[in-house]
């Protein structure tokens, strides 16, 4: 069984701070790493992926991926309110196949 | 990126009757479509996997007969609640691989109620 895990939070962080978010995975050959945040009542939206070890920047969101320790994560820096959602970490393996985490909801608080 | 459009977005029903939920791939052509459900405050909970032109393929645990899945063209895949019941109340999410083929994007979800 094919597993992500990921801190159900809540995680809380004033605005301005760096957000971090957490995710391991069981299966060692999978290939791509997905981040999506979801607000409430609403369907994921896709923010970041990755797909080598090491970091991948894009705005205020950084991934950042070790395979080796079989880890990935997300950073957010200056977090705005706005922020505030459900982030759902995301793993493919060699089949195409997706599994999810559970999510880790995250609160910014102006 | 590409879009995937899920309609409609909100349905109420009665118990008893059917309900169809579309979900299609504007700019891309997409051979296999997901389908999930997900409870409040819950993570996604995949349902079936559609293929196109074939027969969809059921999650262990997911009535085949009650969630009638058709993947009728590239562009196209329906999910049908037959016969619902208040639990089925629940908001259904259809995905599909885009931009390339290795990303996954989500159409917008269908909140449905069954009274």
């Known amino acids: 069984q094919k597993e992500v895990e990921q801190n159900s939070g809540p995680l809380s962080v004033p605005e301005g701070a760096i957000a971090s978010l957490n995710c391991t995975y069981s299966?060692?050959?999978?290939?791509?790493f997905f981040w999506y945040r979801q607000y409430s009542g609403k369907s994921p939206e896709l923010i970041m992926f990755?797909?080598?070890?090491g970091d991948k920047e894009d705005g205020r969101f950084t991934a950042q991926l070790n395979k080796a320790s079989q880890y990935v994560s997300l950073l957010i820096r200056d977090s705005q309110p706005s922020d505030s959602a459900t982030y759902l970490c995301?793993?493919?393996?060699?089949?195409?196949?997706?599994?999810f985490g559970t999510g880790t909801s995250l609160t910014v608080i102006p | 990126g590409a879009v995937v459009s899920q309609h409609p977005s909100r349905v109420i029903c009665k118990s008893g009757t059917s309900v169809k939920i579309e979900c299609r791939s504007l700019?891309?052509?997409?051979?296999?479509m997901f389908w999930y459900r997900q409870f409040p405050k819950k993570s996604l909970m995949l349902m079936a996997t559609?293929?196109?032109?074939?027969?969809?393929?059921?999650e262990q645990g997911v009535e085949k007969d009650k969630f009638l899945i058709n993947h009728a063209s590239l562009t196209l895949s329906t999910l049908t609640v037959t016969s619902a019941h208040p639990e089925d109340s629940s908001f259904y999410i259809c995905?599909?691989?885009?931009?390339?083929?290795?990303?996954?994007?989500f159409g917008s979800g269908t909140q449905l109620s069954v009274l």
């Open positions: 559609s293929n196109e032109g074939s027969k969809a393929t059921y």
């Open positions: 299966d060692r050959g999978s290939q791509s």
């Open positions: 700019d891309f052509q997409a051979t296999t």
């Open positions: 990755i797909y080598s070890n």
């Open positions: 995301a793993v493919q393996d060699t089949g195409n196949q997706f599994y």
């Open positions: 995905s599909a691989r885009g931009g390339g083929g290795e990303k996954l994007f």
